[in-house]
C-alpha cells in the first residue's frame, strides 16, 4: 500500500487554466455540447444551506437572536435529531446512520437521469450533518447515537489500529478550544453500533466566536465515515463587543459577529459552504457477510485499480440496474478502492458537493456584502477556492443558464473557457477569519496578487476560512475549483498539494438587482465596517478602513517558548507504514507528554510528499516557513513584513505560493508541503488530558499517521501529577 501511495501516476495533461485561448475547434465543441445540454433538460439545483435540526424552543430570545443572523436557505432534508436550547445549555440528538438518498450528477448519462441513489453513512439521514450553533459559555450536550448495523465484517481483531470497524465510531469538534477528556471532546473514545453516548462540551465563555465543524474520529473508521459525509457545521456566534484595552485587560475579547452589520444594525447575510467530496461508487455484491464491496462496478466494467480504468476518462458511471440486477446503489464501503489513493478522488469522477448538491445555483444581489463561511471536510484533496466572472462564448452563457454538463472531463473545456480567470475577471475574496479565528488584519485574496499571480483560496481537508465578498455588478459568475499545474499538484511529486487537474465549477452564482460598484472592492467593504460601527472610538473605526481587525483577533502573538520546548512532526510514507516521528500510531502509547500552560516551537517537516499536520484542543500561531536556498540554507518565504518574497511569487500564470497571507496567524490545521518547513507556536492553554495529532488527509491517519500527545498537570510530580502518589 505504501508502494502505491508513493508512486507517480501519469496525470492527464493539465488544460492552459488561465489563458483563454479560443480555438474554432473549442467552440465547435461548445456549440455541440451546449445544444445536447439544452436538449437534454439540465435542471438547475438551487443552493441549498445545510440541514437545521428541529428546534425545541426553551428560550425564544436567545433562538431569534441567532436565526437574525443567518440566511435560511431551502433545504430539502430535515434530519433526524432535535436541539433544544435552555439557557445556556444546548441540547443535541444526533443520529449517525445509513441512510438512503440521491445527489445530483451533471453526466447526462447518467443512467439514473441526474439523481443517484447512494446509501451512506450520515448524520440525522442528510448527506450533510445539522448545522450545530453555539455561543461561548454554552454546555453543549450532544446525544450521539449510533444507529449502524452491530454486523460489521470490517470489525475484526486486527483492528484497530488499521483501518476499519466502519460502524464503531465517536465526535470530535474540530477547533473547539474544549477539555479532551472524560465525554467531552475524547477521540479515544469508541462509540459502537446500536449504542449511544452522551457528550457535553464546556465552551469556556472566553472561546472565540467563529466557524468550525464535527466529524467523526474514531482510529480506523474516521475516513470511511467522513467520505459517507458523515460532516456539518459548528458555529460559535458571539455578542461581545468591543470595549477599550485597560492595564488589567490589554486585549479585551470582542466578536468580529459584532461589527458585520450596516449602519441600521442590519447583519450581513451569510452563507455556508460545507464542501464534502463523497466518492460513492457502485459495487457487485452480495449482501454482507459474503465478500461485499469488493469491486467498483462501472459501465465500463468491473474498475481495476492500476489498469487504464483509472484514469480521468473512466469515472464510476454505474450501470444501469436493468443490465446488471446485482449493482448496488451509491456506496463507500471499500478503503482501498474508493479513499486510499491520492489520485483517487481526481479520477473517480465524482463532484465537490455544498451543502449535499452537486453544482447548485445561487443569487445574490450586486453591491450586497455577504459574509461566507467555507468549511472544507473533504478527506484528502485541496480546493482553490476562486470566484471569477463567467465570459458568455459566442451566443452562448452555459453559467446564466446553470447549464454545464458532463462528467468533470467532458465539463473541463467549458469550465476553462465559461469560467476564466484572470486578475481581471476574479472577484476578491477578503477573508476575515482562518480556521475560525479572526486575523489581525483583513486579508485580500485575488488577482493580481504579489507579480500578476492568480490568488487563490487553498482549502485543504480541515481547514475553514471566512471571508467578506460583494459582486461588482449584475451578471454570472464562477465558485471554482481551480486547477492547479502539473508542477503544482500532488501526483508529479515534487510538492504542490494545490488542486485538480482540471478546473471544477462547484457552484453557479446568478447576480441580479441591488446595485453596482464602481469603486474599488478592498475600500467598499473598509468603508461598509466604517460606515456601519459609528459608535466605536475614531481610531478603531479608522482602522477598519484598512482592514485592521485586530481588535476582534482572539489572538495576537504567542510570548516565545523557551529554548528547549521544541517539538518536531515529521510526516513520511514508507516501507513501515504511515509515519509521525518514524513510527505510525499505536492506541497504547503516549508519543509526547507535555505540561499544561506551557509553550512550545514545533518543526513541521514531510518527505516524499505533503501531508497536513492538525492538533486538537490548541490552536497554533505560524512562526515561520522556510524552504532550502541554492546553497542549501532554510530562508523564510516571508520579507520583513510578513508577506510573501516576491521570489516566492510564481510568474504571471501561477497560482501564489499557498503560504503568503499565513505570517503569524493563528489556525489548527496547516498543510505541510515536502521542500519546506513550517515553524509553529502552541501553547497547551488550561486543558489536560490524552489526544492527538495527525495528518488530516483522513485516510493517512486511518493508515497510523497519527501520535497521542497528554497535557499533563507538572512534568516533574509523578505521573506528570496525574491520579494519587500510591504508598505500599
Ligand atoms: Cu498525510
Same mark, same amino acid.
Given at each position: 500500500?505504501?508502494?502505491? !501511495? ?27 455540447? !451546449? ?161 449511544? !453516548? ?67 444594525? /442590519? ?120 470566484? /471569477? ?223 497536513? !499536520? ?107 501529577? /496525574? ?6
Amino acid at each position: 500500500m505504501a508502494t502505491q !501511495f508513493e508512486s507517480v501516476g501519469s496525470s492527464p495533461a493539465s488544460s492552459s487554466i488561465n489563458g483563454i485561448a479560443v480555438t474554432t475547434a473549442m467552440l465547435v465543441f461548445l456549440t455541440a455540447s !451546449f445544444c445536447a445540454a439544452q436538449s437534454s433538460q439540465p435542471k438547475i439545483h438551487p443552493f441549498e444551506a445545510p440541514p437545521t435540526l428541529s428546534e425545541t424552543a426553551e428560550s425564544p430570545v436567545t433562538l431569534a437572536q441567532l436565526a437574525a443572523n443567518r440566511t435560511v436557505g431551502r433545504q430539502t432534508c430535515q434530519p433526524k435529531g432535535s436541539i433544544t436550547r435552555d439557557g445556556n445549555i444546548v441540547s443535541v440528538k444526533l443520529n449517525l446512520s445509513r441512510a438512503d438518498f440521491t445527489i445530483n450528477n451533471p453526466d447526462p448519462t447518467d443512467a439514473y437521469g441526474g439523481e443517484d441513489p447512494v446509501t451512506l453513512r450520515s448524520y440525522g439521514g442528510c448527506k450533510s450533518g445539522p448545522m450545530i450553533e453555539v455561543k461561548p459559555g454554552n454546555t453543549l450536550r450532544i446525544e450521539l447515537t449510533n444507529q449502524l448495523d452491530a454486523n460489521d465484517p470490517s470489525c475484526t481483531a486486527s483492528q484497530p489500529p488499521g483501518p476499519g470497524c466502519y460502524n464503531t465510531t465517536n465526535l470530535h469538534t474540530h477547533g473547539l478550544h474544549v477539555s479532551p477528556a472524560g465525554n467531552s471532546d475524547n477521540v479515544l473514545l469508541n462509540i459502537a453500533p446500536q449504542t449511544n !453516548f452522551p457528550y457535553e462540551i464546556n465552551i469556556p465563555a472566553d472561546h472565540p466566536s467563529g466557524t468550525f465543524w464535527y466529524h467523526p474520529h474514531r482510529h480506523g473508521s474516521t475516513a470511511m465515515q467522513v467520505a459517507s459525509g458523515a460532516a456539518g457545521i459548528l458555529i460559535v456566534r458571539g455578542n461581545r463587543a468591543y470595549t477599550a484595552p485597560s492595564a488589567k485587560n490589554p486585549h479585551p475579547m470582542a466578536d468580529v459577529d459584532t461589527i458585520l452589520h450596516d449602519g441600521r444594525g /442590519v447583519n450581513l447575510k451569510e452563507q455556508l459552504f460545507l464542501f464534502q467530496q463523497i466518492a460513492y461508487a457502485c459495487f457487485k455484491n452480495g449482501p454482507p457477510p459474503a465478500t461485499p464491496w469488493q469491486q467498483i462496478f462501472t459501465t465500463q466494467g468491473m474498475y481495476e485499480v492500476g489498469s487504464s480504468g483509472d484514469s480521468a476518462s473512466a469515472p464510476w458511471t454505474c450501470p444501469k440496474p436493468e443490465s446488471e440486477p446485482q449493482v448496488s446503489r451509491g456506496a463507500v464501503e471499500n478503503f482501498d478502492l474508493q479513499l486510499s489513493s491520492p489520485r483517487i478522488w481526481d479520477t473517480s469522477g465524482r463532484f465537490t458537493s455544498i451543502n449535499g448538491v452537486v453544482q447548485p445555483t445561487m443569487t445574490v444581489a450586486a453591491g450586497e456584502i455577504q459574509r461566507w463561511r467555507f468549511v472544507h471536510a473533504g478527506i484528502h484533496d485541496t480546493i482553490n477556492l476562486q470566484v /471569477v466572472r463567467a465570459s458568455p462564448i459566442g451566443s452562448t452563457n452555459l453559467i446564466a443558464a446553470s447549464a454545464l454538463s458532463g462528467n468533470r472531463q467532458d465539463q473541463k473545456a467549458n469550465v476553462a473557457l465559461s469560467c476564466p480567470a484572470t486578475p481581471e475577471t476574479m472577484v476578491p475574496q477578503f477573508e476575515i477569519a482562518a480556521d475560525g479565528l479572526t486575523r489581525t488584519k483583513l486579508r485580500t485574496l485575488s488577482g493580481p496578487g504579489g507579480s500578476g499571480a492568480i490568488g487563490s483560496n487553498y482549502l485543504q481537508p480541515g481547514y475553514r476560512s471566512d471571508v467578506l465578498i460583494v459582486f461588482p455588478k449584475d451578471g454570472y459568475y464562477c465558485l471554482l475549483d481551480q486547477a492547479a499545474p502539473l508542477q503544482e499538484r500532488v501526483l508529479n511529486g515534487k510538492g504542490g498539494g494545490q488542486g485538480p487537474s482540471i478546473p471544477q465549477l462547484l457552484a453557479y452564482i446568478h447576480v441580479k438587482g441591488g446595485h453596482a460598484v464602481t469603486t474599488d472592492l478592498q475600500s467598499y467593504v473598509e468603508r461598509a465596517l466604517y460606515d456601519g460601527n459609528p459608535s466605536l472610538p475614531d481610531p478603531v473605526r479608522q482602522g477598519l478602513l484598512k482592514g485592521d481587525l485586530t481588535p476582534w483577533a482572539p489572538f495576537i502573538d504567542l510570548p516565545p517558548a523557551p529554548a528547549t520546548n521544541q517539538q518536531t512532526a515529521s510526516f513520511a510514507i514508507n516501507a513501515q507504514g504511515f509515519q509521525i516521528n518514524g513510527t505510525s500510531y499505536n492506541p497504547e502509547v503516549i508519543n509526547v507528554t507535555r505540561q499544561v500552560n506551557t509553550t512550545d516551537d514545533w518543526l513541521l517537516t514531510s518527505t516524499g510528499a505533503p501531508h497536513i !499536520f492538525h492538533i486538537h484542543v490548541n490552536p497554533f500561531e505560524v512562526i515561520d516557513v522556510t524552504t532550502t536556498a541554492s546553497d542549501g540554507s532554510q530562508v523564510s518565504i516571508f520579507d520583513k513584513n510578513g508577506n510573501c518574497n516576491s521570489a516566492m511569487q510564481p510568474g504571471p500564470q501561477g497560482l501564489v505560493n499557498q503560504y503568503c497571507g499565513l505570517y503569524h496567524v493563528f489556525r489548527d490545521t496547516l498543510f505541510v508541503e515536502n521542500n519546506y518547513q513550517v515553524h509553529i507556536r502552541t501553547h497547551y492553554d488550561r486543558y489536560i488530558g490524552e489526544y492527538v495529532i495527525h495528518c488530516h488527509i483522513l485516510d493517512h491517519e486511518d493508515n497510523g499517521m497519527m501520535m497521542n500527545i497528554a497535557i499533563v498537570p507538572d512534568l516533574n510530580a509523578p505521573n506528570g501529577g /496525574v491520579g494519587m502518589t500510591h504508598h505500599h
